[in-house]
């Protein structure tokens, strides 16, 4: 039982490329969510699907795409990335959905833009 | 705008000592807390969730929710210098999700 798992773990773009982060979990979980998290600054929801079929915008989405693939699989794409998106990107996924829901987080994926 | 609040720290404790980690929310209609440990470098890890007023234990770690104050701590006795690290407090809310706190840095000196 790998839990989430995402891939990269490390990654570095060049202003403007493109690129998409891979989630995946195994708990049988309704919802996934996506972070990005900077020092200081905690961690903030970029998108979320609350259950299969469903994405919809957190607190900071701007630059971002999401796609619900699956069950298990919910992607994360940067179609243009900017030196302001270099950040450590978490997924998470819960088992109810919604705010009463314990979420539980993959191990990252360290990106940085130059 | 949403708000969860925590003292940035560090927090110093010796080994063995009582660490009391606190953290204050802005939103009154929060239903669910969660705290988090993170260890540098690392992804969050899920220690406790609480929903009700009072206290709640589990091991060495016990949760305090008071909603008329708008307040919720983390106790952890006996801490040890692998409990050192940061630690997250989130809320949550119908409607709405989770909103994190900045995190606290503990440091458990032997």
């Known amino acids: 039982n790998a839990g989430v798992t995402q891939t990269p773990k490390f990654q570095v773009l060049k202003t403007g490329q493109s690129m998409t982060l891979q989630c995946a979990q195994d708990m049988n979980h309704n919802s996934m969510y996506w972070y990005r998290q900077d020092p200081g600054m905690g961690l903030r929801l970029i998108y979320y699907s609350a259950s299969e079929g469903t994405t919809d915008k957190g607190e900071v989405p701007n630059g971002y795409n999401v796609s619900r693939l699956n069950k298990r699989e919910f992607s994360l794409r940067l179609e243009s990335a900017a030196p302001s998106q270099t950040s450590v990107y978490f997924c998470?996924?819960?088992?109810?959905?919604?705010?009463?829901?314990?979420?539980?987080f993959g191990p990252g994926t360290r990106l940085t833009v130059t | 705008q949403k708000e969860v609040e925590q003292n940035s720290g560090p927090l110093s404790v010796p080994e063995g000592a009582i660490a009391s980690l606190n953290c204050t929310y802005s939103d009154r209609g929060s239903q669910s807390f969660f705290w988090y440990r993170q260890y540098s470098g690392k992804s969050p890890e899920l220690i406790m969730s609480?929903?009700?007023?009072g206290d709640k234990e589990d091991g060495r770690f016990t949760a305090q929710l008071n909603k008329a104050s708008q307040y919720v701590s983390l106790l952890i006795r006996d801490s040890q210098p692998s409990d050192s690290a940061t630690y997250l407090c989130a809320g949550g809310n119908y409607g709405q999700n989770f909103v994190f706190g900045p995190g606290t840095r503990l440091s458990v000196l032997p």
């Open positions: 998470a996924s819960s088992g109810k959905g919604g705010p009463l829901a314990e979420q539980y």
């Open positions: 609480i929903y009700s007023n």
